[in-house]
C-alpha cells in the first residue's frame, strides 16, 4: 500500500494536478488550530530552468493527500507567498512557500469595543461574526461556521491587535476552536466535538514522544487590567499646631484649600530647597499632605478651626485572582500573573483570570506521534483521536493540534507522511518570542483608544443589500399558577389560581452577520 | 452614482410597514433541520407560527427589529432545530431561515423569544 498527494497551482486554481516525484522533489505541510496558520512548503525539480516561469506570487495552492488515487482528502488552500530559486548544475530547483487564508486574519488589525445593553447583547459568536462583518475582508471569509454560544460578555475591548489575536481571546472565553477552512470560511465551534475514530497504538505509531511538564500550570492566577482614576475628597479641621495630615490613598493631582483659599503644593523631599510660593508638599508614599513653614517660605500652617479640603486622584486597579485548592494540595503553588491594561471593567477580570485557571491547573501533555498507516488519509485541525501506548503510559482521548506532512516519494511508499502533536501545547522559543512581540505590540497600542478619530480617504459606488441578525433567547417557568390550555397546569381544581414566577431571559444562541 | 443613506432608511421603513407582502411578521419554529440556501421556502418541519409581539423596532434608521414570543404551551413537546420568517399567517414562502446548533427540548416549563434584525446597508 502506498499513500497519494496531489497538487493545484493557478490563479484561478485548476488543473493539472502536480504530483510528487516527477515535479515536486518534497513536500511540508503544517495545518493547525488556534496557534498559527496551515502553512506549506515545497521544493521543485527545475532542471535547466525548465520550469523557472511556472510560479507567481499569490497564486493559488490546493493540495491533497490520500490513501486511494486520484487523491481526494483536502488538506491545505492557501497561496504562494515566497519563490525561491537555488541554482547548482543540472540540479535546479524552486521553492514555494505560503499560508492559507488565515493570513487575512492575521494581516489585518482590528480597534473595537463592545458592550452589553439594552440595544445590543454581547454573545461571543455574534462579536466574531460582527469583528468579521467590519473587517477589510468581510464578503471573503464567511462566517456561515461561526458557531453561537450561551457566553454574553459585558464588555470586550480589543486595541489595534489583529483580527486573529482577537478571535482567539474570544475562543478562549468560551473553550472553543477556531480555523479558516478550504472554502475560505471561518470555523468557530467547540473543542473536541469532532472525533475521528481513528486509533493510535504500537500497531501505527513508528515514533512517539510525549511531554508531561509542570512549567505551563497554573493554579493560582492573578489578572491586573487597567487602573482607574477616581476623584475623592477629604475634609479635616486644623487644630493650629499640626501641619501633617493623612489621606487614606496615594493622591494624584492634589487640589488643596484652606477656608476655601486654594493652596500651591509641590513634592515632598523633591529638592534640598523649598520652591517659592510652595505652601504644602505631597508625600505620596506615606498618604500625607505637609503644611510648610518657615523664613523663606512663610507660615502656611493652617490655623486652629481651619477647614482643610483636600480633593485628589485615587487610582483603583482593577484585579482579580483565582486559585485552585486541590491542584495547590497536589503539585505546590505555582502562580501566573497577567497584565492587560485593556481590560477596564472587574468583569472582564474575573473571567479573564477563571478561564485562564481552567486551561492551566493541570500538567500540560505535549505528545508527537509518527504515523506509519495506509488507513488514515488526513487529521484535520481540533479533530480527536483515541491513543493507547502503554510504554508511554498514555492512554486516553486526546485533541490534535498541529499536523505536519512531511511528503516525499520515499514516505509516501512507506505510509509514514503524518506526524501529529496532540495533547496541550507546550510552549517552545518561538511560542515566547511570539508572546514578548505581542506584549510589545500592546504596550505600543496603550494609547490608542477605540473612539480616537481616524480620517479615511475612501472610494464607493452604488448599492444597497440586506443584511441581518438573529437572537433566540428562553426562559424558565417556576411556581407554576393557573396556564390556561396548559396539560398539567390547566386542569381545574389541581392548579393553583395566582401568577406563574419566570426566570430573566438568556441568551440561547445567536446568529447573523454583524452585531452594532 | 452614491446610492444614500436616505434611500437605505426608507427602504428599512418600507420592510417593516409588511405591505405588499414586503417584510415577514410572521415567526415560525420547527423540529426538523436541512440545509438552507437561496432557494429555501420553508421549515424541514413546522411546529408553531407566531405574529411579532406588538410593532416592529424601527427606532434605529437603517434597522427594523422584530420580537416574536412563544409560550410554554405552545412549545411543550418541542426539540426546537430551526425557525423561519414569513409573511403569511400560514403557508407561503419564508423570508430567512436559520438553523440552530444548540438543541433544546421544551417541557412546559419554558418560554421562547426570537429577536431578528434587519439592516439595510
Known sequence: MTLYTDVQIGSPIGSPFYSIGSFFKNLRVRTSVNHQSNTFEGEVYNTSGRRSDYFTLGQEVKIYHDITSPATNQIFYGRIEAIDYNGMPNKETIRIAGRDFTNYLMDAKVQAVYTSGTASVCEVGSIVRDMVYQSPFSGTIAVADVSGTSTVLQTFRVKNKSYYEAIDQLRKRVDYDFYIDFNKGLVFRPENNSPTGYQFNNANVARSSFNEDLREMYNKVTVYGDRQLITDRQSFTADGAGSVFTLIANPHDTLVTVDSTKKYGAVFEMVNFLPTGAQYLVDYDLKKIVFISGTAVGHNIPASGATVLVEYGRSNPIVKEITDESSIAQYGLRENVITNLEIKDPQQARDVARQELERTKYPALDGTVSLTSSSISGLLPGQTVEINLPFESVSGTFKVFETTYNINKENLLANSTITARVGNRIQNTSDILKNIILKAQAVEAHDTDTSDFITRARSSTGSEGLDYKWFVRTRTITGFGFLLSDATHGVLDTSTLGPNTYSAYSVLESGGNFLI | ?121
Open chain 2, 1 to 121: 452614482m452614491v446610492v444614500t443613506n436616505y434611500a437605505r432608511e426608507r427602504t428599512a421603513l418600507r420592510l417593516g410597514s409588511q405591505v405588499d407582502y414586503l417584510g415577514s411578521p410572521y415567526v415560525a419554529i420547527g423540529s426538523g433541520a436541512a440545509t438552507i440556501g437561496v432557494a429555501t421556502t420553508g421549515l424541514a418541519h413546522y411546529w408553531d407560527r407566531n405574529l411579532i409581539t406588538g410593532s416592529p423596532d424601527m427606532t434605529v434608521a437603517q434597522y427594523v427589529t422584530w420580537t416574536t414570543d412563544f409560550t410554554s404551551t405552545e412549545l411543550s413537546g418541542l426539540t426546537m432545530r430551526q425557525f423561519g420568517m414569513f409573511v403569511e399567517s400560514s403557508g407561503g414562502k419564508a423570508w430567512q431561515v436559520e438553523n440552530m446548533s444548540q438543541i433544546q427540548t421544551y417541557t412546559g416549563a419554558e418560554e421562547l423569544q426570537i429577536e431578528i434584525t434587519w439592516k439595510v446597508y
